[in-house]
């Protein structure tokens, strides 16, 4: 079963962030598993998708959660360069693009005049 990680106010702090991060590693590391046993389709809702689909969601939550402050602490440095390395094996194109994707969008809500980094959320 594919589980969507959601960061929100109740999962702040160091404890929390590091829960997080662990999470989405553990879904980098189920999408690995489906793509190396060659069940590229997931299936949520009764929609399938892809494994692409779901690499570029997480690599697009985490670029915008980061780019709005989130994991900012130095404790998470080796966290996210894993997460980076791992996602990337999986598909550095479609991860690459997702990073891309989550900063673009990150950058256009910190423009906004009444934005609050405190609500950055994957």
Known sequence: MYMT???????EGLIG???VLSMLEG??????????LDLPELQQLKHPYTIDD????????????TTCGRFSSSAFTDMLA????????????TWDYGTDEG??????YLAEPDCETSEAAI
């Open 5 to 11: 990680t959601e960061v929100n106010e109740s999962s």
């Open 17 to 19: 962030d590091m829960h």
């Open 27 to 36: 879904e980098l590391m189920y999408l690995k598993a489906r793509q190396k």
């Open 54 to 65: 779901a690499l570029e969601g997480v690599a697009s939550n985490l670029a915008y959660a």
């Open 82 to 93: 894993g997460l980076t390395t791992l996602g990337k094996e999986i598909c550095p194109w």
């Open 103 to 108: 900063r673009h969008h990150a950058q256009l």
